[in-house]
């Protein structure tokens, strides 16, 4: 991961006067959020750091939290062999920069106090493993989505918000059902995060994964947790939806799906943390 952002690619439809997406302003002087630079590796970590703890901190306003299951990830900048991650049996909403830990990829803690999750280790270390171009990713037992992955089919292109996940998620059989404690189990979800953003584990729940930043990856998880509530809602009425046509859900998930957006949308959400939760950088 370099000490800019990465701006992944987006479709010729979209990129104009050097852009990456039409949500970008044209006029000058507009007040709107930036990539960030980092002069140093440790100043990049520190900026990953704080927008993980924010990214655990937004899980607990939605509900997120189930005991001790839920683990969000980022890969360190300096060494990609290495990720961050929330301390085990410690509530979202208490999670700090204090008390994150480093963990490589066999779950050995380099750096911090508390103990690892180790299921979150099973799953996260093997796509990270597998997947050097995916930078973090989400995973928590919500309502919604823990419902929908029963069900073992994807999400329909019922709305433009579902259609950021068109032909962008997928659904995992393998190992349906069975807590992920066996690193064997963590190899059969990372092959299937080839080239999407999300997946629905069948009778487990949901995850999702980013090429670009923490921040993508966990809104990207509410939004799927959102769709997945939406649809299931839409079933109860017995009524069958009219769907986007497959040419605008395309054209929808180009525009409202890509990782750089999930980032722009969750940049909300940081500024409203660090304006009612300053002990979250403690």
Known sequence: MSDVLDKPAE??????????????????GLIFPELPQFKSSAEHRQYLKEHLVAACRAF???????GFAGHL???????????????????????????????????????GNHAINRAGFVLHAAVHEEHQDIVAMCHAHTVYGTAFAS?????????????????????IGDEAGKVAVEV?????????????KAAIHQNHGLLTASRHSIDSAAFWFIA?????????????????PKFVTEDRARYSRE????????????????NDLVATQPDMFD
């Open 224 to 240: 799927l947790e959102r769709c997945c509530q939406q649809q299931l809602m839409i079933e109860q009425t017995g009524i069958t």
């Open 255 to 270: 525009h409202v799906g890509s990782d750089y957006i999930g980032w722009l949308h969750f940049q909300t959400i940081w």
């Open 151 to 171: 069900l073992g089919k994807p999400l329909l292109p019922i709305s433009q918000d579902a259609c950021a996940f068109f032909e962008d998620h997928v659904v």
């Open 11 to 28: 479709s010729t439809s979209i990129v104009q006067d050097g852009k990456v997406s039409i949500y970008q302003p044209t006029q000058e």
């Open 60 to 66: 607990a306003l939605q509900g997120f939290d189930y």
């Open 184 to 196: 064997k189990g963590g190899n059969k979800v990372s092959a299937a995060f080839k080239g999407v």
């Open 73 to 111: 990830t980022v890969r360190d900048p300096e060494n990609p062999g290495l990720y961050w991650t929330n301390p085990m049996a410690i509530h979202f909403n208490q999670v700090k920069v204090s008390n994150l830990i480093c963990a490589d990829h066999n779950g050995t803690v380099v750096e």
